[in-house]
């Protein structure tokens, strides 16, 4: 299908999500993955760019087109929707707003072609998600900076091909953001199993073990990692939660309302209510 306007989109993603989305919902979570194929066609119809600028090669959603595009997503499978919360808000509107133009080139634009994957590296054991705490740590040496640490419970880290790293300097207790490469050396990933739900959001866990970085990965400048990067970033993220809670809720409920109106209304044979 072809997007006319950006008000026509909600139709076309409502006949995607039945078409591509929703007949395969089970099958993503029994194998514990998003089809690299429905990654690809999301990509191609620029749903993974919906709320970018244009001349990142998004579709400039307005906040609430982008929301419902995020919940009708949702609806088909919550996992297809947590994709677009990590690479495209918590990844992709992060390095728009904090990144250069090589950043851009090199990463949003085959996010939104749907060529490459971001994940928000983050969470670690034993700190969760407060960026200003985190125990992964990096020192400059040079033109390079060298980051070592774990972070766990990362969303599509599993697949990702890339990762936004937030990393402390101990030296000055500064909270840097950096770009690290799936296949550098130094980067370990792996698969998180037994989770009870949202299993084809491929979780992982991430060791960077000296893992060298040049200049030109840091985001923004040193030291924005925590007021800048991390905290634009969850602002990011939740605004796309929220809407995925929507699109579970309404679900739920069109499932249940659908159910009970097939359902045959059960007698109870010989039953006669109490007379006092």
């Given at each position: ?17 039945a078409?591509?989305i ?10 514990k993955?998003?089809?690299?194929a ?7 119809r620029?749903?993974?760019a ?6 990142y ?6 906040p ?17 929707a ?21 950043q851009?080139?090199?990463?949003v ?5 749907g060529?490459?994957?971001g ?34 419970w ?9 990762f936004i ?13 950096f770009?690290?490469d ?44 925590f007021t800048?990067?991390?905290n634009f970033?969850?602002?990011q ?8 809670g929507v699109?579970?809720?309404?679900e739920?409920?069109?499932?249940m309302v ?12 010989n ?6």
């Amino acid at each position: 299908m072809t997007i006319t306007s950006p008000h026509s989109i909600l139709d076309e993603v409502r006949q995607f999500a039945a078409e591509e989305i929703r007949p395969f919902a089970a099958k993503f979570e029994k194998q514990k993955a998003l089809s690299r194929a429905l990654v690809q066609k999301m990509g191609d119809r620029r749903y993974l760019a919906a709320s970018f600028p244009a001349q990142y090669g998004g579709l400039q959603l307005h906040p609430l087109e982008y929301g419902s595009l995020v919940e009708e997503i949702g609806k088909g499978a919550l996992s297809a929707a947590m994709l677009l919360t990590v690479t495209t808000g918590l990844v992709g509107e992060t390095l728009i707003r904090w990144g250069s133009d090589y950043q851009k080139e090199q990463y949003v634009w085959p996010i939104a072609r749907g060529e490459k994957i971001g994940a928000f590296a983050l969470t670690e054991p034993g700190v969760g998600s407060g960026a200003k705490d985190v125990k992964t740590s990096y020192e400059k040496a040079g033109d390079k900076y060298r980051i070592s640490g774990r972070k766990k419970w990362i969303s599509f880290g599993e697949i990702a091909d890339f990762f936004i790293v937030i990393a402390s300097d101990p030296a000055t207790n500064g909270v840097s953001a950096f770009l690290v490469d799936r296949e550098q050396e130094g980067v370990h990933v792996r698969k998180i199993e037994g989770l009870l739900s949202c299993a084809a959001s491929q979780l992982a866990d991430i060791e960077l073990d000296d893992v060298e970085v040049g200049v030109e990965k840091l985001i923004g400048k040193e030291g924005m990692g925590f007021t800048g990067i991390a905290n634009f970033a969850l602002d990011q993220g939740r605004f796309n939660v929220a809407w995925m809670g929507v699109g579970l809720a309404q679900e739920a409920l069109e499932v249940m309302v659908t159910y009970a109106r097939k359902k045959k209304p059960v007698r109870a044979k010989n039953f006669q209510l109490p007379t006092d």
